[in-house]
């Protein structure tokens, strides 16, 4: 028996006096790389010779056949039948079957091993010889002499018979909505949450390329059928649902790529949507395992080992917000700021005319129901006019209230020396659905001159800082980022 080399492994043993069928498989990180010593006819898918020559090449399983693809120059196109084995592999595995016995010398075969038992099975010949049904007879015997070269070929390699296959590169994409896109990015090999802060979406959308699965088949891994089909989610199974309404995830195929997928173009991927209840309890690094493996009932197995599942499995780290509260970071300024604070600190008749240096009396000032409470105003008196037609602190935008106001001490809303935990508890608890809180940040006249325009009316012109972002539609966007990620609020 030859050693293993360096690059190459090539074994081979002595069976009743005459040397059996050999080994060839590179040893490298892509064992699905083979080399030929000699040049070899194979036929064509369409009978056709096809003659390779010496080098090393990547076999992949092509249509109609194998794929010999050189490291430069074109791929070659060989027939291959279809087989089975049971060496218990978890990721293919190629192997360069070379003749030694006077009985096989002529012979070379090049077989592609697949996960879950099947094989892709080429046949070659130096001389060219294309008795077909002598060949095929000549294989099989062949084969059966080559077992245990093949078995012990798996072994040494470096994947070994491992029971998980760990592709990190199985995870091709991951975007999600907040309601912008974000998509994830990659980094040192490392793929790193596209979120803010401690907002978590909706949904959370992964693509996954399946090297190991025809593209015929990724419809029937999604509906079950012929295969088992399976989720983690740091170590948690999660149920699979129709559709985002029920389950804790959703899978689909896709196609040709394009869109926020990142499937390559050309491609086929498998596309896993996982529900925020399911995402956000979860502590980051977030390791989702996708398993797949083909049905096989008893009655067929044949006391054979049955097919083991595959693995795929994607990590995404946290990026430096992950965690952090974005409310605290975000919108907390917003409250802090002179013009929102100013407003909010005139909660009684007394502090109203202090505040105005008497230009308004006490004796105008009325209570006004306001959706949440009480607030304070003149009744349409306030500067002698309505906020849009001082200040227009939006032009061509039409707000729901426009009139000036400010909230009675009662409702507990003086944001002065109040923490971001307090206020983010109060709004929170105040407005209660995302309807309201759109209402109220998006269509109130009063936020806006506060974050768009600060331009103070009339009798006393002038201009005051605005809040941050100091733009009403950069406000609405951060605020709807909180919104849409149901509000949460530092912990």
């Not at 096809?50 to 196109?77: F, H």
Request: hydrophobic share 40%.
């Amino acid at each position: 028996m030859k050693n293993l080399l360096a690059n190459t492994l090539f074994l081979s043993a002595a069976i009743t006096g005459v040397l059996c069928p050999s080994v060839e498989a590179q040893e490298s990180k892509d064992p699905t790389t083979i080399t030929l010593e000699m040049a070899v006819h194979f036929l064509g898918p369409d009978g056709s010779d096809v003659l390779v020559s010496p080098g090393a090449y990547r076999v992949e399983i092509a249509d109609k056949g194998l794929q010999l693809i050189p490291p430069e120059g074109n791929a070659q196109l060989i027939g291959a039948e279809v087989a089975t084995h049971d060496e218990g592999v978890v990721a293919p595995l190629a192997v360069s079957l070379v003749g030694e016995e006077e009985e096989f010398k002529d012979l070379h075969m090049v077989i592609l091993l697949l996960p879950g038992g099947q094989s892709l099975e080429a046949a070659g010949s130096y001389s060219g010889v294309r008795e077909r049904a002598l060949q095929m007879e000549r294989m099989r015997n062949f084969k059966l002499r080559a077992k245990p070269m093949i078995t012990q070929a798996v072994g040494e390699l470096p994947i070994g018979p491992a029971l998980k296959y760990m592709l990190p590169s199985g995870l091709v994409g991951l975007w999600i909505a907040d309601p912008e896109i974000r998509k994830a990015q990659k980094s040192n090999g490392k793929w790193y949450w596209p979120g803010q802060y401690d907002l978590n979406p909706k949904l959370v959308h992964l693509t996954w390329q399946l090297g190991l699965l025809p593209a015929a088949d990724f419809p029937l891994v999604i509906s079950k059928e012929g295969y088992g089909f399976e989720i983690r989610l740091n170590g948690t199974l999660l149920q699979q649902g129709p559709n985002a309404l029920s389950g804790d995830f959703y899978a689909y195929h896709i196609s040709n790529g394009g869109g926020h997928s990142a499937c390559p173009q050309g491609k086929t991927c498998l596309g896993t949507t996982i529900l925020r209840t399911k995402w956000a309890p979860v502590s980051p690094p977030w390791t989702v395992e996708i398993s797949y493996w083909k049905k096989v009932k008893i009655s067929e197995a044949g006391g054979k080992t049955p097919p083991q599942k595959i693995y795929v499995t994607g990590v995404v780290y946290p990026n430096q917000t992950t965690g952090k509260s974005y409310f605290e970071y975000m919108m907390y300024p917003i409250f802090q700021h002179e013009r929102c604070k100013t407003c909010h600190a005139m909660g009684s008749k007394d502090a109203l005319v202090q505040r105005h240096n008497g230009i308004i009396m006490a004796n105008i000032i009325q209570d006004v129901q306001g959706l949440l409470g009480m607030n304070l105003g003149c009744g349409g008196g306030c500067h002698k006019t309505h906020i849009t037609e001082a200040t227009q602190p939006v032009p061509n935008v039409v707000f729901h209230d426009s009139e000036w106001k400010t909230p009675r001490f009662d409702m507990g809303i003086d944001w002065r020396g109040k923490s971001a935990s307090y206020i983010c508890q109060k709004v929170t608890s105040s407005l209660t659905t995302e309807t309201m809180l759109r209402d109220h940040f998006f269509h109130d006249a009063r936020i806006a001159w506060a974050v768009h325009s600060g331009v103070i009316p009339p009798p006393h012109p002038g201009v005051l800082s605005k809040a941050p972002p100091g733009d009403y539609f950069k406000f609405k966007k951060r605020i709807e980022a909180w919104i849409w990620a149901d509000a949460p609020c530092p912990k």
